[in-house]
C-alpha cells in the first residue's frame, strides 16, 4: 500500500464482478484492454506515473498529514495556498504529459468540498459525517485510488426542482431506509473517467429545499457494486482507436465520460457524507463547483500549449513561421493561453481558508469564476486561430494508411511536403495531433460545460460582485457621497466564506 504505480493502477482494474459497463452497446468486461477504454486507462495511468518521473515527482506527491507519509497530489486535502498553485501546475504539466484530460480532477475537488463542509457540519455539531469522511479519505490515501466526481444529476425538466420532477429519478435520491444503509437510484451524466475508477464519490448537483430532503445524499461506493452500470459516451474520432494506427489516433491517451446509474444500489452508513440535511447541498455545490474552475487554468493552459507548439511548427513547416500575420496569431493564442493561467494562480494565491484543521483552503471565489469563464470562450479562439494557421489540410489530409501504401506514399511524400527538411509524415503527425487536441471533448466541450456551463459562472460573479460598494466609489468622486470605504475590492462574501 502507499504510492501506486501506473502498472499497479491498470492492475487493479481487471477482475471486476459487479460492474455492468457498456461500449457502444456491448458490455465490456476488461475495460484494460478495450480498444475504446484503454487511451482513458492509459491517460489515468499517467497520474499515478507522474508521483515516480523526475520532471513531476515534485508536483505529484504531497504528505499527508492523515497518514503520516507522501501520497498522490490527486488524493490529497490543500492545507496552504501553495498546494492550490500546485494543484494548477500539475495539471498544466499533465496536459504535456497527456495531450487530453487525465480524468482525476473530479474526484480531488469533491474530496476537498467534503472536507469543508462535513467539517463545518460537525463545528455545528453534526460529527458522523466528518468522522465518516475521514475515514474514507484514509481509506483512499493508504491505497492510492482514482476516484469520480459524481455531481451532475441527469435532471430531466431544468427548472424544476427534484422533487417537482415528472421522473422522480431525474435526480439521485434514496428509495429505502435500511439498519446497514440506504439502497439509492438514479443516474449520474457526463461522468468523466468513470469506468476508469476505483470509486466513485456522489454529491448532490444543486441548492435544495425541504421538499427535496431524499435527494440531499453524498456518498462513495467502489465502482464495482452490484447495480451500479455506466453507458460510456462517444467521441470524435473514437472510431479511429479501433484502427490499429500509430498516427491517426494522435495523441495516444483520450478521456472518456458516461453516464452513471444507479438502480438501487446499497449504500452502508459508513460511506455516507450527508444525507437529508438539504440545507448544505447550495453550499456544498459552491465549494465543489469553484474548486472545479479554478483547476481549469492548469489543464486547459496545458492543452493551449500542446496547440500552440504544433501550430507553430506547422508555421514553420510550411514556410510561413516569420510572417508577421503569423506571429500575431501566435502571440495572441499564447496571450489567451497564459490568462487563462494567469487568473487560475490568482484565484489560488488569493486562496482563504474556511475551514478548520488540516485541509479547508479554498480557492478565491471570484477568479475562480472568471477563470473558468475566460475557459468557456478562449481554447475555441485559440482553436480557430490553430486552424488558420494550420490551412485546410487540418480537416482533409489523407490518413496514416494512404503514408503506408508504398505507391500512395511517393505521391504524398513529394505533395504533402512544404520546406524540405520536414518530411510528409512530420506534416501528417503534427496535423492530426493538433485536428485531435483542438477539436477534442476535452479541450472545447469541456470548457464550456464542466463545472457548470457559463451563465452559472456569470450567476457567481454577479452574487460575488458588490454593485453598492462600487457606485459608493463612484458617487465618492462625483461629490455625492463621504461614506467611508474600507476594502479594494468590491466584493460580498460568498456563502462558503459566511457559513
Ligand atoms: C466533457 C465533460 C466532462 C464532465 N465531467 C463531469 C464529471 O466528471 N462529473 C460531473 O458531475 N459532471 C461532469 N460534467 C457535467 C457538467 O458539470 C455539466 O455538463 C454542466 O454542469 C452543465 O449541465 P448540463 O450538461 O446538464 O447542461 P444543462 O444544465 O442542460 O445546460 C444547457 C443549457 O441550459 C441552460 N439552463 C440549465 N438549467 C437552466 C435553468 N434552470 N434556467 C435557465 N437556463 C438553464 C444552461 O445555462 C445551458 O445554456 C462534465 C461535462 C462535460 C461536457
Request: glycine share 8%; hydrophobic share 40%.
Amino acid at each position: 500500500m502507499g504510492l501506486r504505480k501506473g502498472d499497479q493502477y491498470v492492475e487493479g482494474l481487471k477482475n471486476r464482478q459487479h460492474v455492468a459497463i457498456y461500449v457502444m452497446g456491448k458490455r465490456v468486461n476488461d475495460i484494460t484492454t478495450n480498444l475504446f477504454l484503454k487511451p482513458s486507462v492509459m491517460s489515468f495511468k499517467a497520474t499515478f506515473d507522474a508521483a515516480f518521473e523526475e520532471d513531476t515527482i515534485d508536483l505529484a506527491r504531497v504528505y499527508s498529514p492523515i497518514v503520516g507519509e507522501e501520497v498522490n497530489r490527486f488524493n490529497s486535502l490543500h492545507s496552504d495556498p501553495r498546494d492550490l498553485v500546485a494543484k494548477v501546475k500539475l495539471l498544466r504539466k499533465l496536459s504535456h504529459k497527456t495531450g487530453t484530460c487525465f480524468q482525476r480532477c473530479v474526484g480531488w475537488d469533491g474530496l476537498n468540498t467534503l472536507y469543508i463542509i462535513t467539517r463545518k457540519m460537525a463545528d455545528r455539531g453534526v460529527k458522523t459525517y466528518h468522522d465518516n469522511f475521514m475515514k474514507y479519505l484514509e481509506y483512499v490515501q493508504r491505497r492510492d485510488l482514482a476516484l469520480a466526481g459524481a455531481m451532475t444529476d441527469v435532471k430531466g425538466v431544468r427548472a424544476l426542482k427534484p422533487s417537482e420532477q415528472p421522473n422522480p429519478d431525474a435526480y439521485v435520491r434514496v428509495v429505502e431506509e435500511r439498519d446497514d444503509g440506504v439502497v439509492v437510484r438514479g443516474a449520474k451524466a457526463n461522468i468523466t473517467g468513470i469506468a476508469a475508477v476505483d470509486e466513485v464519490l456522489v454529491m448532490p448537483t444543486r441548492a435544495m429545499t425541504e421538499k427535496d430532503a431524499q435527494y440531499a445524499i453524498s456518498f462513495a461506493i467502489p465502482l464495482d457494486t452490484p447495480g451500479v452500470k455506466v453507458v460510456v459516451g462517444r467521441q470524435l474520432n473514437d472510431g479511429r482507436r479501433a484502427e490499429g494506427g500509430e498516427i491517426d489516433g494522435l495523441p495516444y491517451m483520450f478521456n472518456h465520460e458516461g453516464l452513471l446509474i444507479f438502480e438501487d444500489v446499497f449504500v452502508p452508513w459508513e460511506r455516507i457524507f450527508l444525507y437529508r440535511d438539504w440545507t448544505w447541498a447550495g453550499l456544498l455545490v459552491e465549494v465543489f463547483s469553484y474548486y472545479h474552475r479554478q483547476g481549469y487554468a492548469g489543464c486547459k493552459s496545458g492543452l493551449g500549449d500542446v496547440i500552440i507548439g504544433a501550430a507553430y511548427n506547422l508555421a514553420s513547416q510550411i514556410g510561413v513561421a516569420g510572417k508577421a500575420h503569423v506571429e500575431d496569431k501566435l502571440v495572441e493564442m499564447t496571450f489567451l493561453n497564459e490568462t487563462m493561467y494567469s487568473a487560475g494562480l490568482a484565484a489560488s494565491w488569493e486562496g482563504k481558508k474556511v475551514a478548520e484543521g488540516p485541509g479547508g483552503w479554498w480557492v478565491n471565489p471570484m477568479y475562480a469564476n472568471v477563470t473558468k469563464h475566460l475557459v468557456t470562450r478562449f481554447p475555441y479562439e485559440i482553436s480557430r486561430l490553430a486552424h488558420d494557421i494550420a490551412g485546410g489540410i487540418l480537416g482533409t489530409g489523407p490518413s496514416e494508411f494512404d503514408l503506408k501504401n508504398p505507391e500512395v506514399r511517393q505521391l504524398l511524400e513529394k505533395y504533402l511536403q512544404g520546406v524540405p527538411e520536414f518530411t510528409a509524415e512530420d506534416r501528417l503527425r503534427i496535423l492530426r495531433l493538433l485536428e485531435n487536441v483542438s477539436i477534442s471533448v476535452a479541450y472545447l466541450i469541456e470548457s464550456v460545460h464542466g463545472a457548470g456551463s457559463p451563465q452559472a459562472q456569470r450567476i457567481s460573479i454577479q452574487r460575488i460582485y458588490d454593485y453598492k460598494y462600487a457606485e459608493e466609489i463612484a458617487k465618492r468622486l462625483a461629490h455625492m457621497s463621504k461614506k467611508p470605504l474600507s476594502g479594494v475590492e468590491p466584493r460580498r462574501a460568498s456563502d462558503v466564506e459566511k457559513t
